[in-house]
């Protein structure tokens, strides 16, 4: 449910530090009907035109705090609420290219009343701003 | 007897019936704001501005889930509260129920022990208690000893335990008898239920048939499936011959969703009315201002009226997660039609 929110068309752009490209970042929503607790957010699996990233390179920023996947499942009182988005950073020298791009995104989250973990998935073609 | 001074069972008998009852009965209309989850997550409402927008339908009492429309929750300040009591005062609208949820899985590797489990739930209480609703819905999911530990918290904060009873449970499914065997055993007057009418599945959901089309399902399959629905086959039977017939993923997948869909007795209810303390009105398609797809309100409302319930019809618009891959989702539309048909059965009746 909600799949196809998860990737924000907005927000699509390379990030900077200390005046060099060091990555990119995607807005995203959690695919779910309520908010949940960062713990809760086991993966958040992000490729763009087919390159995947492994998951020490990914930062999730939500209100302005960053927080590695490692951080959020020690983290009992951050939550990620319904409808919230939130900025996923993926650390890449040079960022990408400044033209369109295939994101693929999955989400898998933890749901106590359901035995199997839910699964969100979404893909878009977006153009780097 | 002569025959002309014997209406009982008789047409005329049933009509004044029926006119005693639509004087008697105290059914309310209300919606879960569950129902607008489409519009809150795309920020086209706030939490005010669904709450607005069900007054306007007619929805008076004013069902929440904590987690899915008060940030922060469970940590909300005293002016949240505040601000809640001023929009019920301006819109004329009743707190009725607060949804809790148990995450049970908040730890990666092992599951909330006893004691965290009734700490979390004397939370959901409280917060229930502050924003004036007199019932909690209980998940389905928790076991019943966790909430026979919470009564004395419950009977605290003035707030009656409801368990959801979702389909694929039923009244008389063992999970649910082992809460009735409790609640017998305690005689307590803080637990009993919240039937959501999603356990009178009639026909099945043609947006869920449809989604499946949609997603690579085989038509001939898929309509299969839901024939079987409609003779209620053992959804055990189907996933089996929809293997047979070679269905494919998506086909192998809906013909499974048939365990978790039911049609059960609507008059089932009556037996466990005086402990029904809401009603989860559940719907996936008002196709019209009369009528819902699947899930015939017109056999089910009779039924609460000759059961004396006296609480609310709460919607609960479950619709929109299986059309808003491929079209706008109009919640609103959707709860106002539901509520013209409401108004119209219970007038009736």
């Known amino acids: ?129 | 007897m002569p025959q002309e001074t014997d209406i009982h069972g008789s047409a005329a008998a049933a009509y004044f019936r029926g006119n005693d009852m639509a004087k008697q009965h105290k059914i309310k209309q209300g919606i879960s704001l569950y129902s607008l989850q489409e519009e809150y997550f795309l920020r086209k409402l706030d939490l005010e501005g669904c709450i607005a927008t069900s007054a306007k339908l007619g929805a008076f009492g004013i069902e929440s889930i904590g987690e899915q429309m008060m940030p922060g929750f469970p940590h909300l300040s005293e002016s949240f509260y505040a601000k809640w009591h001023e929009w019920m005062l301006q819109y004329g609208t009743v707190p009725t129920c607060h949804d809790m949820f148990l995450d049970t899985k908040r730890y990666k590797g092992r599951l909330l022990t006893d004691d965290e489990m009734v700490q979390s739930i004397k939370t959901d209480l409280q917060h229930a208690a502050k924003l004036g609703c007199t019932v909690m819905r209980v998940l389905v999911s928790v076991k019943p000893e966790i909430v026979e530990r919470c009564i004395p918290y419950a009977e605290e904060c003035n707030v009656k335990m409801g368990l959801e009873i979702h389909s694929p449970f039923h009244f008389d499914h063992p999970w649910i008898m082992r809460y009735t065997e409790m609640i017998e055993r305690t005689g307590t007057t803080h637990v009993g239920y919240i039937p959501d009418m999603g356990i009178y599945v009639k026909h099945f959901p043609r947006v869920m048939r449809d989604h499946a089309l949609r997603h690579g399902g085989s038509e001939k399959i898929i309509d299969f499936a839901c024939a079987a629905y409609e003779e209620r086959v053992l959804p055990e039977y189907i996933i089996f011959d929809v293997g047979l017939m070679g269905g494919n993923e998506v086909d192998r997948r809906f013909a499974e969703s048939l365990r978790h869909i039911i049609w059960s007795n609507p008059r089932r209810m009556l037996e466990f009315m005086p402990r029904i303390y809401h009603i989860h009105a559940k719907f996936y398609e008002m196709v019209d201002d009369n009528h819902e797809f699947s899930i015939p309100y017109d056999e089910i409302i009779p039924v609460l009226i000759e059961g004396g319930y006296e609480g609310y019809l709460s919607s609960e618009y479950e619709g929109n997660r299986w059309i808003q891959d491929s079209y706008p989702v109009d919640s609103v539309e959707q709860v106002r039609r539901q509520h013209v048909m409401f108004k119209g059965l219970l007038e009736q009746h």
């Not at chain 1, 807005?27 to 993966?43: A, C, F, H, K």
């Not at chain 1, 930062?59 to 490692?70: C, D, E, H």
């Not at chain 1, 400044?98 to 994101?103: D, F, L, T, V």
């Open chain 1, 1 to 129: 449910m909600f799949d196809k929110y998860m990737i924000v068309e907005e927000g699509f752009r390379n990030v900077s530090e200390n005046g060099r490209i060091v990555g990119f970042q995607v807005n995203t929503r959690l695919p779910y009907y309520r908010g949940l607790g960062v713990s809760m957010v086991e993966d958040l699996s992000l490729s763009v035109d087919g390159e995947k990233f492994p998951s020490e390179l990914v930062t999730i920023v939500l209100r302005g705090r960053p927080m590695s996947l490692n951080e959020m499942e020690t983290d009992y009182n951050e939550r990620w609420e319904f409808g919230e988005i939130g900025t996923v950073i993926i650390r890449k020298n040079g960022g990408l290219t400044p033209e369109s791009h295939k994101i693929d995104l999955t989400d898998r989250l933890r749901i106590s009343y359901l035995p199997f973990p839910l699964i969100g998935h979404d893909t878009k073609e977006l153009v780097l701003e």
